[in-house]
């Protein structure tokens, strides 16, 4: 069955950084693109970076370009997430979602989510 | 980039009603469109896709309508276990965006 389990969450000052990692199996993690959502306490859901099944192209949501890198290694099934320059509006409950087997209409597995608390 | 509206943003029903949420997208998204259900301290599941297409293993009592800029998620009879948030999602184009979400709550 598909499992994706996140994980390097924490409190970090403003200014600081973390990197997510995001471990899946159950599937072919090399076929499929890969996104980071994120829902800051009480809040909606933010999506936050896409990347392609083969890491060719990138996109990001405005309010973290330039400071969060999204990557991926297809030899060890994980997904990646580079926060750097963390502000206090980027606490939240972040998700790995898995694109779905349908195509790109939509994300179909989710992990549990890893807090990351941006804090003095 | 696509804002996406959804109505209303907070429902109260009863266990057997028909309940509808829209969502309004900004431009035209064509058919790319889909939705969640999320439980408190729960990951988004999906329940739609491509607007109109029921996701393996969600019940037949959700449905999805619509395309172009104009969405509709239907409950056709309400069960305990669907009283949650629902949110809608474009992926037509980079970034990709959320509704705000319908939070639907026991009458």
């Known amino acids: 069955q598909v499992q994706l389990v996140e994980s390097g969450g924490g409190v970090v000052q403003p200014g600081g950084s973390l990197r997510l990692s995001c471990a899946a199996s159950g599937f072919t993690f090399s076929s499929y693109g890969m996104h980071w959502v994120r829902q800051a306490p009480g809040k909606g859901l933010e999506w936050v970076a896409f990347?392609?099944?083969?890491?060719?192209?990138?996109y990001y949501a405005d309010s973290v370009k330039g400071r969060f890198t999204i990557s991926r290694d297809n030899s060890k099934n994980t997904l990646y997430l580079q926060m750097n320059s963390l502000r206090a509006e980027d606490t939240a409950v972040y998700y790995c979602?898995?694109?779905?087997?349908?195509?790109?209409?939509?994300?179909?597995?989710w992990g549990q989510g890893t807090l990351v608390t941006v804090s003095s | 980039d696509i804002q996406l509206t959804q109505s209303p943003s907070f429902l109260s029903a009863s266990v057997g009603d028909r309940v509808t949420i829209t969502c309004r997208a900004s431009q035209g998204i064509s058919s790319y469109l889909a939705w969640y259900q999320q439980k408190p301290g729960k990951a988004p599941k999906l329940l739609i896709y491509?607007?109109?297409t029921l996701q393996s293993g969600v019940p037949s009592r959700f449905s999805g309508s619509g395309s172009g800029t104009e969405f509709t998620l239907t409950i056709s009879s309400l069960q305990p276990e669907d009283f949650a948030t629902y949110y809608c999602q474009q992926l037509n184009s980079y970034p990709i965006t959320f509704g705000q979400g319908t939070r639907l709550e026991i009458k």
């Open positions: 491509a607007a109109s």
């Open positions: 979602a898995k694109e779905a087997a349908a195509g790109p209409w939509a994300l179909d597995y």
């Open positions: 990347i392609r099944y083969d890491g060719s192209n990138k």
